[in-house]
Structures are given as structure tokens and as C-alpha cells.
């Protein structure tokens, strides 16, 4: 059974930073593509990385290239986003998602 289970959200002021990670169990993340997305308060969910197996190959949004980084530890089987320079429109929920399958989220909220 696939599990994904999201941590490391809080609140930030503007400027700061934050490590979310995700935990997976029930198949290998370094055979897939894993992704980060995140949904902000009444709107739609946004793809905001990915990372590609087997080359780690990484690719970005546009609204957060430059300040975030995607990574992976496949022996932990344990997904990161470190997310620099945050900015207020960064707030949201941030889901690790394989395919169809997401966690729960957890909340980012950046606020001076």
C-alpha cells in the first residue's frame, strides 16, 4: 500500500526558510518520478518540482526556480523540498505526489 506522509511546514516570516520532507512507503522513489505540488487558499493545486529517476534529473516552476531545491534520499526512501527566500505568495499546502497518489499536506504560511 502506498503512503506518503508530508512534515516540516510552518510559519515563516518573509525572507526565511523551510525543509519540508516526505516520507514513502510501499514503493521505491528512486525507480519514479516524484513530485512536489502545492494548493493556496481558494485555488487550484500547482505543480512546483519534480524530480526524475533514474538520471535525479530536477526541473522547477518558473515562481519558485532559484529558491527552491527538490531532492531525494533513496536509501531513507524520503523526499525534501528546501524552499529559500520565501515569499508571502508561497503560502499554501504542499503535497508530495507519484502519480496519483498524495499525502496530506502540510501547511506553509509565510507572514511578516
Known amino acids: 500500500e502506498v503512503h506518503l506522509v508530508e512534515s516540516g511546514g510552518g510559519l515563516v516570516q518573509p525572507g526565511g526558510s523551510l525543509r519540508l520532507t516526505c516520507i514513502v512507503s510501499?514503493?521505491?522513489?528512486?525507480?519514479?518520478?516524484m513530485n512536489w505540488v502545492r494548493q493556496a487558499p481558494g485555488k487550484g493545486l500547482e505543480w512546483v518540482s519534480s524530480?526524475?529517476?533514474?538520471?535525479?534529473?530536477?526541473s522547477y516552476a518558473d515562481s519558485v526556480k532559484g529558491r527552491f531545491t527538490i531532492s531525494r534520499d533513496n536509501v531513507k526512501n524520503t523526499l525534501y523540498l528546501d524552499m529559500d527566500s520565501l515569499k508571502p505568495e508561497d503560502t499554501a499546502v504542499y503535497f508530495c505526489?507519484?502519480?496519483?497518489?498524495r499525502g496530506q499536506g502540510t501547511q506553509v504560511t509565510v507572514s511578516s
Open positions: 524530480i526524475v529517476s533514474p538520471d535525479s534529473r530536477t
Open positions: 505526489s507519484y502519480s496519483i497518489n
Open positions: 510501499g514503493f521505491n522513489i528512486g525507480t519514479v518520478t
